[in-house]
């Protein structure tokens, strides 16, 4: 009751530079109280790693427990890798990698302290000391798919156009091995990468590109290549840089792409005939929306007469998303139209009249990649 008269009694000016005392106060036992903290678990952390080197099973046992506990904390990181880096026990350096492994493998894949191990053992895997770098090339080589986990969604927070967004999605239906046949690309099991105008200016981006290695093909039991790069026109990759992804993941998996994309697949013309055979359509793109389907024919766009699937690519490259474009169409071709079934026609309404020789116009807005 004396305190709160005594308050109340103080001009303004005076409590407003009491209150700010006292925050000052609280923030200093606060900073204190925190450097304490982690002046212990340094000390901690040192005598743990002295305990590693221990003759003794028991001993040994019971320090990588507790490390694993502190290695939780994520202010311990950096503690962790400047042991890592500087120790000059390849034993003690192989068992604090085991360590921060256990963590790298239970911790979630989007989650900061994530980020923060793989950097540390990406960082470990390049130095220039033999046995940091092979303990932590083992470590990434065990944790290959989290490795990808972790790359692929910071790639998805700084806005990468790239899909599937969620990761775990690649190892659905078929888990890590999809065989060694060609897997389809437009499936989820199929990591694609779009490095348009819009890539991000940041070195951070392509470093973690270079992470997805994992997914290069003929890697991990001879599966199929789980990841495609598309280079879309305009993009902001020096050749140096698209040189060193096609050693990563191989010249077929790092394609050149125009701005737009129609959203057909081909089916080959095994007679004399000129244009493009659609075999698929895929869901949501231009072709779809603008009611094409799987046994349409191709035969010319805006006017020019297409040869093959080729030619048409060339000629798309000339425009831009949101663009439009006048396809001209046949279905005469029965073989690829066993899949689709015809809709009735509402009672009183005569069937629409079919265009002369088969063909009609297609009018088609295009999109993009994704």
């Known amino acids: 009751m004396m305190l709160r008269n005594l308050l109340t009694s103080l001009p303004c000016r005076t409590k407003r530079l009491l209150v700010r005392s006292v925050l000052i106060v609280l923030g200093l036992l606060t900073f204190l109280s925190s450097s304490l903290s982690a002046s212990d678990d340094g000390t901690k952390l040192e005598a743990l790693v002295q305990d590693l080197a221990s003759p003794r099973f028991e001993t040994r046992q019971d ?4 490390l694993a506990e502190l290695a939780q904390s994520a202010e311990t990181i950096p503690s962790f890798a400047k042991i890592v880096r500087t ?3 390849p034993e003690v350096v192989r068992r604090i990698l085991e360590v921060l492994e256990q963590q790298f493998r239970n911790l979630p894949f989007d989650s900061p302290d994530a980020v923060a191990l793989a950097d540390l053992l990406e960082e470990s895997a390049a130095s220039d000391t033999w046995y940091v770098a092979e303990a932590s090339k083992d470590v990434l080589n065990r944790q290959w798919m989290r490795r990808v986990d972790v790359a692929v969604a910071e790639l998805h927070r700084m806005k990468v156009p790239l899909q599937p967004t969620n990761p775990t999605m690649l190892w659905e239906g078929g888990g890590a091995r999809v065989g060694r046949f060609q897997a389809d690309p437009t499936e989820n099991h199929v990591l694609k990468i779009y490095v348009d105008e819009h890539w991000p200016q940041n070195p951070r981006a392509f470093e973690l590109l ?7 093909s003929d890697a991990f039991l001879s599966q199929s290549a789980r990841v495609v790069i598309y280079r879309i026109d305009g993009n902001p990759l020096t050749l140096e840089q698209t ?5 990563l993941f191989g010249d077929t998996r790092v394609q050149d792409r125009g701005r737009v994309c129609l959203g057909v697949v081909q089916e080959p013309l095994f007679e004399e005939s000129k244009g493009v055979l659609i075999s698929k359509v895929e869901a949501g793109s231009s072709a779809a929306l603008a009611g094409l389907k799987g046994g349409d024919l191709i035969v010319a766009l805006n006017g020019e007469e297409l040869s093959d699937f080729e030619e048409l690519v060339r000629l798309l490259r000339q425009f831009r998303v949101g663009d439009t474009v006048t396809l001209k ?24 009249p079919k265009p002369a020789n088969g063909l009609r116009d297609v009018s088609v807005q295009l999109r993009g990649w994704y």
């Open 63 to 66: 320090a990588i427990r507790d």
């Open 87 to 89: 120790h000059s026990n």
């Open 210 to 216: 270079k992470r997805l290695e994992p997914l290069r």
């Open 243 to 247: 040189a060193l992804l096609k050693g």
């Open 329 to 352: 169409v046949t279905s005469g071709n029965q073989r690829y139209q066993r899949f689709d079934v015809p809709l009735p026609v509402p009672p009183g309404n005569d069937p629409a």
